[in-house]
């Protein structure tokens, strides 16, 4: 008999005590849990709009962990990674549960560029562009829709601003969920503060800072990868601070399980507070694809 036929018999033998449980579930199944979701597989939602409409908030998605551990990640792949702003600890071992355990939060990008490419944007008919060691990048997985500032009571700023197209109503919006109440009362906030409640698409996005993020001129040392969303005028990405160290990378997206226009972490809440609303703000359309 293998030792983990032995292992095995001995887990399941008979009239084991609660405490006995307690402490095998402790020390086996929990570390055994911890190891598969960090190495093996991970179930993400989206928080945010930076990969709209690629990925929209609410969405499910299934990351391979595993394959990244061996082949790096190629152009073109929506990874995971660690917050890269985050600061992590000078301790080795708080840095270590920070890494695993809690610490920074999950990103969500596509890869553009990888170790040793040049990386270029500028502006070209007033558009911003991307140059791939010095060839221009089709990207026809960018967002070609404008974003409009939708009212969220309670939220803070209490906006968020969402993919829209312009050719169909508020209520039959393909994305999100709109009316235009909250469209209105979302623009007149912006506007007693001089900003746009519609961002429109192929415009140069600017900083805080007056600087123009899409013009840059980088090349990408060995371990480093330049990463963007699909969503450029609604995504913190390598525009804004520099390449991503492939330390942080943890895995890549490949299914998309399931779509409900919500930001409710726990949709079984969203479910209870709102029983009939809820099915509504389901993508139907949307659910099991694998991403590209």
Do not use: C
């Not at 969500?108 to 270029?120: E, F, L, Q």
């Not at 998309?256 to 099915?279: K, N, T, Y």
Request: aromatic fraction near 18%; avoid cysteine; proline fraction near 7%.
């Amino acid at each position: 008999m293998s030792m983990i036929q032995k292992t095995w018999k001995w887990f399941r033998r008979p009239n084991k005590s609660t405490f006995a449980q307690y402490v095998e579930t402790f020390l086996i199944i929990l570390p055994l849990a911890f190891v598969i979701r960090t190495y093996f597989y991970g179930l993400y939602q989206v928080p945010t709009g930076s990969m709209e409409t690629t990925m929209l908030v609410g969405e499910r998605f299934f990351a391979d962990k595993f394959t990244v551990l061996f082949w790096p990640p190629k152009r073109g792949d929506i990874i995971s990674f660690n917050d890269p702003v985050f600061e992590y600890s000078d301790n080795k071992y708080k840095r270590l549960f920070e890494q695993y355990v809690w610490g920074p939060s999950n990103w969500t990008k596509r890869v553009i560029g990888i170790p040793g490419d040049h990386i270029k944007g500028i502006i070209e008919d007033g558009k911003p562009v991307i140059y791939l060691n010095d060839e221009k990048l089709d990207e026809p997985y960018v967002n070609k829709h404008p974003l409009i500032a939708v009212y969220k009571e309670g939220k803070m700023p209490p906006f968020e601003f969402r993919s829209w197209d312009k050719l169909v109503d508020f209520e039959d919006q393909p994305f999100y969920k709109m009316d235009s109440i909250n469209v209105k009362k979302a623009a007149r906030l912006l506007n007693q503060f001089g900003q746009e409640a519609i961002r429109y698409p192929g415009v140069p996005e600017v900083n805080g800072y007056g600087r123009n993020v899409d013009e840059y001129d980088v090349y990408l040392g060995p371990t480093q990868y330049w990463v963007m969303g699909d969503n450029r005028r609604a995504s913190n990405d390598s525009r804004f601070w520099g390449p991503l160290d492939s330390e942080h990378i943890h895995g890549k997206i490949v299914w998309r399980i399931i779509s409900v226009d919500s930001s409710d972490p726990w949709l079984v809440f969203d479910i209870l507070q709102h029983p009939i609303e809820f099915w509504s703000r389901v993508r139907w359309n949307r659910f099991f694809q694998r991403m590209q």
